[in-house]
């Protein structure tokens, strides 16, 4: 897959990216998981899918692929249990094994996309 560099063109770096899960009810920033959903302390809607949509972003502005670290890092998440339970819940690929493993956000991207496509 072509990596259009997002961030270079528009002169950001990353660490200027507000990261964590934003609310698709009010747009705010960051939603918190709680016992397996995510919810938003400005508007207090729920979200089951908030980590998705933030992976997408992730591998539309940083590179299409990810480690268990690097999701812990961007979703504000303390436990890796957690984003391994997400990350396997999404039936993603991945090369390597235990804390050197990368998934392929690739798939996730393509699927997506392709729904905006329509
Ligand atoms: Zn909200």
Same mark, same amino acid.
Request: proline content about 3%.
């Given at each position: 897959?072509?990596?259009?560099?997002? *961030?270079?063109?528009?002169?950001?770096?990353?660490?200027?990216? +507000? !990261?964590?899960? @934003?609310?698709?009810?009010?747009?705010?920033? &960051?939603?918190?998981?709680?016992?397996?959903?995510?919810?938003?302390?400005?508007?207090?809607?729920?979200?089951?899918?908030?980590?998705?949509?933030? *992976?997408?972003?992730?591998?539309?502005?940083?590179?299409?692929? +990810? !480690?268990?670290? @690097?999701?812990?890092?961007?979703?504000?998440? &303390?436990?890796?249990?957690?984003?391994?339970?997400?990350?396997?819940?999404?039936?993603?690929?991945?090369?390597?094994?235990?804390?050197?493993?990368?998934?392929?956000?690739?798939?996730?991207?393509?699927?997506?996309?392709?729904?905006?496509?329509?």
């Amino acid at each position: 897959m072509q990596q259009l560099d997002v *961030l270079k063109q528009f002169s950001i770096h990353s660490s200027e990216l +507000i !990261t964590g899960v @934003q609310c698709p009810h009010c747009g705010k920033f &960051a939603m918190r998981r709680v016992y397996g959903t995510w919810r938003c302390d400005k508007c207090h809607e729920k979200s089951k899918e908030g980590h998705t949509l933030a *992976l997408v972003d992730y591998g539309l502005l940083i590179k299409p692929c +990810i !480690t268990n670290q @690097q999701l812990r890092e961007f979703l504000h998440i &303390a436990s890796p249990d957690v984003t391994k339970k997400l990350l396997t819940a999404m039936k993603l690929s991945y090369v390597g094994e235990t804390k050197g493993r990368v998934y392929d956000l690739t798939e996730l991207l393509c699927k997506v996309t392709g729904i905006f496509q329509k």
